[in-house]
């Protein structure tokens, strides 16, 4: 499978930390074939650091290259509808990285436009393959904590906290959907529904309790409008009891921390950070 990657930045991001090393792993069912950048120079080193052929300077040569067959789209959450949608038009298979896209009609408009091409398209909510993850629900499936009662999550965004860096700071913009709600919560929230199922009904609230924040590079302020608190609470399919609670920032005590209450045992999951698809 020929594998083309938009958003391969030479000097930081998924494609660099994640999306290369594990493509290249796998070279017995996976070639990276082309890559894509904003600017020629950063594609021409990117090109050459990665050892891949083909570098672009822009997307729309990279999906419509014969020498791609699926397209991995590896940048902010802003460009997500914008590059999927191109790839999917030009008739390649999509790995798109969560959230697929920035709010809820960008990610249904894009699965009916996969639907219509009949591509394969594939969001990364990589948590699930996680081996913690798995683990956990390989024990929820043999029956360790027998019928599952309640379960309780408390996690800490990390980011939206009083300072972030700059490559973060449009996270703290609402409108851009790179949200605490729809990154870290969202990533665990889909492993936690991975082991114990889908949730049936919930009620929630949100609040915006930092309005401001930090830049760490140069100390100034810039205003927050992404929300960092968000509580849940509902049941699951199966009638278990679910509370959620995730808080911006990092806390001083726990920043990870998932009960599953069963009618024979029980499971405690910690983690130094609330975003299970990075923390073992």
């Known amino acids: 499978m020929r594998v083309g990657i938009i958003g391969a930045n030479p000097d930081r991001g998924w494609a660099m930390q994640a999306h290369i ?58 460009y997500h509808f914008e590059l999927a949608a191109d790839a999917l038009t030009a008739g390649k298979a999509v790995y798109c990285e969560w959230p697929l896209g920035n709010g809820l009609e960008e990610a249904e408009r894009l699965a009916a436009l996969a639907e219509k091409k009949g591509v394969l398209a594939v969001v990364g909510l990589q948590a699930r393959s996680a081996p913690s993850v798995a683990y956990v629900h390989d024990l929820i499936k043999q029956g360790y904590v027998g019928d599952v009662l309640s379960t309780t999550l408390i996690g800490s965004g990390m980011g939206w906290g009083p300072a972030m860096p700059q490559s973060e700071a449009y996270t703290a913009d609402s409108k851009n959907g790179a949200t605490m709600l ?59 009891a679910l509370s959620v609670h995730y808080r911006g920032g990092m806390s001083r005590g726990t920043n990870l921390l998932w009960e599953i209450n069963g009618t024979q045992g029980d499971l ?10 990075i923390f073992e």
């Open 21 to 78: 090393p594990a493509l290249k792993s796998l070279s017995d069912d996976f070639e990276i074939t082309a890559l894509s950048t904003s600017r020629s120079v950063s594609a021409a080193v990117a090109g050459k650091l990665f050892g891949v052929p083909l570098a672009f300077d822009n997307h729309h040569d990279l999906v419509n290259s014969a020498a791609v067959d699926v397209v991995a789209i590896t940048v902010k959450v802003p």
């Open 182 to 240: 729809s990154i870290p919560l969202g990533h665990t929230l889909d492993a936690l529904c991975h082991c114990l199922g889908e949730v049936r009904e919930l009620s929630a609230t949100m609040a915006v309790r930092r309005t401001s924040f930090a830049i760490v590079e140069t100390g100034e302020i810039k205003p927050m409008t992404s929300h960092d608190q968000v509580s849940v609470s509902g049941l699951l399919d199966g009638g278990a």
């Open 268 to 277: 405690q999951i910690t983690s130094f950070g609330g975003h299970a698809q």
